[in-house]
């Protein structure tokens, strides 16, 4: 203690410096259920259609990736997934011509109505992969791309006077397109999807089943599964994102059975027994890409649209676009992009050696 300080005054100095306890947060009560004492009706299950009647008025946005090496016909697929042209551009291609080679990234959006319900489809077709020498990095394009639309969408967030509705590029799925070898997955492949499985929800599909017999599909399927479980690669729909058991339930039987999907992919009708039918057609036959004893196009179609859509969306704004804008408000020292050191710009990102595909 200094001197010429009375001790009574450091004492009342030093408890004047000690912060007052703050009161604890009230706690609210849990909602009571009166379910049972209401007196008459009032209309709560409107809710639901209020709800539907106004979606229908502003439509859905869906945005989808195909990624893999050249030759797997991922332009294809996507074209037997929504049963139209979406993967180009030009609304007068013809059926019979062959899908031109995608040499870059390209978005491509196209809207699809059905039963009055409409949807903003953006379909995003990317370059083949894995076909010259040098394949360091191959994912970084890709990867920058979908932070790109994570970037967009956090600064018209951030706007004082944001739009009403933000446009919404962010992709909600990744089908990633894995060579029917038979064999393993290459080291390209794992170390593509490891990158990618941290940004976007990556569906695995097993290209051009047809090319294997059905003891060999089972076992490839068992192998990609087991593998992508030893790199530690998570692809939707991922286990910590159930929601009850309900969601677990179905969703592990999704990941320990149906993953990844084996399909065939085809845009071209044929007739078989009376019926017009998607199919390829080979010496000893057609295949229906629709039949599920021919292939598994059915099951990753209705796992797509029919019962995960939006739930690939929750996971895209609530996990991936989440953790992108927690790290770049974080890096930007809490502030909004453009207002700190970070400024606008993304970090750049060498090009990278991958070779035009498809």
């Given at each position: 203690?200094?001197?010429?300080?009375?001790?009574?005054?450091?004492?009342?100095?030093?408890?004047?410096?000690?912060?007052?306890?703050?009161?604890?947060?009230?706690?609210?009560?849990?909602?009571?259920?009166?379910?049972?004492?209401?007196?008459?009706?009032?209309?709560?299950?409107?809710?639901?259609?209020?709800?539907?009647?106004?979606?229908?008025?502003?439509?859905?946005?869906?945005?989808?990736?195909?990624?893999?090496?050249?030759?797997?016909?991922?332009?294809?697929?996507?074209?037997?997934?929504?049963?139209?042209q979406?993967?180009?551009?030009?609304?007068?291609?013809?059926?019979?011509?062959?899908?031109?080679?995608?040499?870059?990234?390209?978005?491509?959006?196209?809207?699809?109505?059905?039963?009055?319900?409409?949807?903003?489809?953006?379909?995003?077709?990317?370059?083949?992969?894995?076909?010259?020498?040098?394949?360091?990095?191959?994912?970084?394009?890709?990867?920058?791309?979908?932070?790109?639309?994570?970037?967009?969408?956090?600064?018209?967030?951030?706007?004082?006077?944001?739009?009403?509705?933000?446009?919404?590029?962010?992709?909600?799925?990744?089908?990633?397109?894995?060579?029917?070898?038979?064999?393993?997955?290459?080291?390209?492949?794992?170390?593509?999807?490891?990158?990618?499985?941290?940004?976007?929800?990556?569906?695995?599909?097993?290209?051009?089943a047809?090319?294997?017999?059905?003891?060999?599909?089972?076992?490839?399927?068992?192998?990609?599964?087991?593998?992508?479980?030893?790199?530690?690669?998570?692809?939707?729909?991922?286990?910590?994102?159930?929601?009850?058991?309900?969601?677990?339930?179905?969703?592990d039987?999704?990941?320990?059975?149906?993953?990844?999907?084996?399909?065939?992919?085809s845009?071209?009708?044929?007739?078989v027994?009376?019926?017009?039918?998607?199919?390829?057609?080979?010496?000893?036959?057609?295949i229906?890409?629709?039949?599920?004893?021919?292939?598994?196009?059915?099951?990753?179609?209705?796992f797509?649209?029919?019962?995960?859509?939006?739930?690939?969306?929750?996971?895209?704004?609530?996990?991936?676009?989440?953790?992108?804008?927690?790290?770049?408000?974080?890096?930007?020292?809490?502030?909004?992009?453009?207002?700190?050191?970070?400024?606008?710009?993304?970090?750049?990102?060498?090009?990278?050696?991958?070779?035009?595909?498809?």
């Open positions: 203690m200094s001197k010429g300080f009375p001790e009574t005054r450091t004492d009342a100095a030093m408890s004047e410096l000690v912060p007052e306890p703050r009161p604890k947060p009230a706690v609210p009560m849990k909602p009571v259920s009166i379910n049972s004492n209401l007196l008459g009706y009032i209309g709560i299950d409107t809710i639901i259609e209020q709800m539907r009647k106004k979606t229908m008025k502003t439509g859905f946005d869906f945005n989808i990736m195909v990624v893999g090496q050249s030759g797997l016909g991922k332009s294809t697929l996507v074209n037997t997934l929504f049963k139209s979406v993967s180009r551009k030009a609304a007068s291609w013809n059926r019979e011509e062959k899908i031109p080679k995608t040499v870059e990234i390209k978005a491509i959006g196209h809207v699809i109505e059905e039963g009055g319900v409409k949807m903003k489809l953006t379909v995003i077709d990317t370059p083949g992969f894995g076909d010259q020498i040098n394949n360091e990095n191959c994912w970084e394009p890709i990867e920058k791309y979908i932070n790109e639309q994570y970037e967009k969408f956090l600064k018209e967030e951030v706007n004082i006077a944001r739009k009403k509705r933000i446009p919404d590029t962010r992709v909600h799925c990744c089908l990633y397109f894995i060579s029917p070898t038979g064999h393993s997955l290459r080291p390209l492949d794992l170390e593509f999807m490891k990158h990618l499985s941290k940004v976007v929800n990556i569906i695995p599909v097993i290209a051009k047809d090319t294997m017999t059905l003891e060999e599909k089972t076992e490839f399927k068992q192998r990609v599964r087991k593998e992508l479980e030893v790199n530690g690669i998570e692809f939707y729909p991922q286990k910590e994102f159930d929601e009850d058991l309900e969601d677990k339930t179905e969703n039987k999704i990941r320990q059975e149906s993953m990844p999907f084996a399909v065939v992919g845009d071209k009708e044929y007739q027994n009376g019926k017009r039918l998607l199919g390829r057609k080979t010496p000893w036959g057609i229906e890409v629709e039949n599920l004893n021919h292939c598994e196009f059915a099951l990753l179609r209705d797509v649209i029919r019962t995960h859509l939006q739930d690939l969306k929750e996971v895209t704004h609530n996990i991936h676009y989440e953790t992108y804008r927690a790290k770049r408000l974080n890096d930007n020292g809490g502030l909004p992009p453009g207002e700190g050191l970070l400024g606008t710009v993304l970090p750049p990102v060498p090009a990278s050696p991958c070779p035009t595909a498809e």
